[in-house]
Every structure is written in C-alpha cells, then in structure tokens.
C-alpha cells in the first residue's frame, strides 16, 4: 500500500520561502514520476511541478524560475523548495506518485502567503 507523508506547509510572508518534503512507501518508486500539485480554494488541483524517475523535470509556468522539486531515490522522498512566493501560490499542496498509470496522493498540506 502506497503512502505519502507530506510536510513543510505553513504561512509565510510574500517573497518569503518555504520547502516542501514527500516521504513515500510501499513501493519501488525508483522508475515513478514524483510530482507536486496545488488546489485552491474553488479551484481545479494543477500540477504545479513534476519529475521523473531520471531527473527531467516539468514546472507549471506560474512557478518556473521560484520553485525547484527534487528528488533523492535512496530515501523515496521528493521535495519541493519555493522561493518568492506569491499571495496567489495560497493553495493546498499535494504530492503526487504515479506507478503504472495509478496516481497516489497525499493528505495534503495547507500553504498560505500574506501580502
């Protein structure tokens, strides 16, 4: 059973930052893309950031250049580090695994930037 434990959320003043972190298990995700997704309030979730099992990466234009994801295959973690962040990146952050065509997400965890 797949699991993913995410952390780093909280509240922060624009232009600050913060680093988000999925730890995963239950699985090999060593060939697994690894993303991170965003949902606002009254909003569709959109992916926000995404790598693959061999590093190319994808950034959701909102975010290139202030936002970098990662990931360390040794500890099945991927993180995601935000730098001058926005009132409008104000969201509800979700990790993201993909294994075989199924997605797997986390709880969630609650991002809020003040301006």
């Known amino acids: 059973q797949v699991q993913l434990v995410e952390s780093g959320g909280g509240l922060v003043q624009a232009g600050g930052s913060l680093r988000l972190s999925c730890a995963a298990s239950g699985r090999t995700f060593s060939r697994a893309a690894m993303g991170w997704f965003r949902q606002a309030p009254g909003k569709e979730r959109q992916a926000v950031a995404v790598?693959?099992?061999?590093?190319?990466?994808y950034y959701a234009d909102a975010v290139k250049g202030r936002f970098t994801i990662s990931r360390d295959n040794t500890k099945n973690t991927v993180s995601l580090q935000m730098y001058s962040l926005k009132p409008e990146d104000t969201a509800v952050y979700y990790c993201?695994?993909?294994?075989?065509?199924?997605?797997?997400w986390g709880q969630g965890t609650q991002v809020t930037v003040s301006s």
């Open positions: 993201n695994v993909q294994i075989g065509g199924t997605d797997y």
């Open positions: 790598i693959s099992w061999s590093g190319g990466t």
